[in-house]
């Protein structure tokens, strides 16, 4: 992974997740909401962390040239959370997901990194449309997926879930 493969708003850097970032992964993973909305992934040790990011980020980065970004304030350089673009096996359309730290919710960040990546996603990667999930009582994940353009298409699994989720489908039109 490269410089390349990093971007930039007006107040975030965003760039691919490495390994180095495993504590910080594993802090998020760790979040009330993260397990809540999410699901408990059971990663509990930076080593566990670590190991995630090798199986499921970076498999997926070198396969299609993207996957999950970690999402930075300039100001400070400080970790806020994370916005990926996920393209999961035997899945018609890659999906975009987000999560943040709790201090860090409500700022405008998450549209902001989204947003960008969106247009990534066009751009860069040749994508013409992506879907996005979340729980039905994920009120802010609705929100912001209804801020960004996306209409809900109906329910869904993702693989590997028995959960129910909302679908939503958003084609990528800039």
């Known amino acids: 992974m490269t410089s390349e493969n990093s971007f930039h708003t007006q107040r975030l850097h965003i760039r691919p997740v490495t390994t180095e970032d495993a504590p910080f992964i594993l802090e998020l993973m760790n979040t009330p909401k993260w397990i809540q909305f999410i699901g408990d992934r059971n990663v509990r040790t930076v080593e566990e962390a670590e190991n995630y990011i090798i199986e499921k980020v970076l498999v997926q980065f070198n396969k299609h040239g993207y996957s999950n970004n970690v999402i930075l304030r300039k100001d400070d350089n400080v970790k806020l959370g994370t916005c990926g673009i996920y393209h999961r096996e035997d ?28 247009h990534v996603a066009q751009q860069d990667y040749g994508l013409t449309e992506l879907s996005g999930y979340t729980l039905e009582e994920n009120a802010a994940s609705r929100k912001l997926l209804e801020r960004l353009g ?25």
């Open 91 to 118: 899945w018609e359309d890659p999906d975009i997901g987000f999560a943040f730290l709790p201090q860090y919710e409500g700022k405008g960040y998450a549209y902001e990194a989204a947003n960008k990546l969106m």
């Open 150 to 174: 996306f209409s809900l298409k109906g329910l869904g699994n993702l693989p590997n879930s028995d959960d129910e989720l909302l679908h939503y489908h958003r084609v990528l039109d800039f």
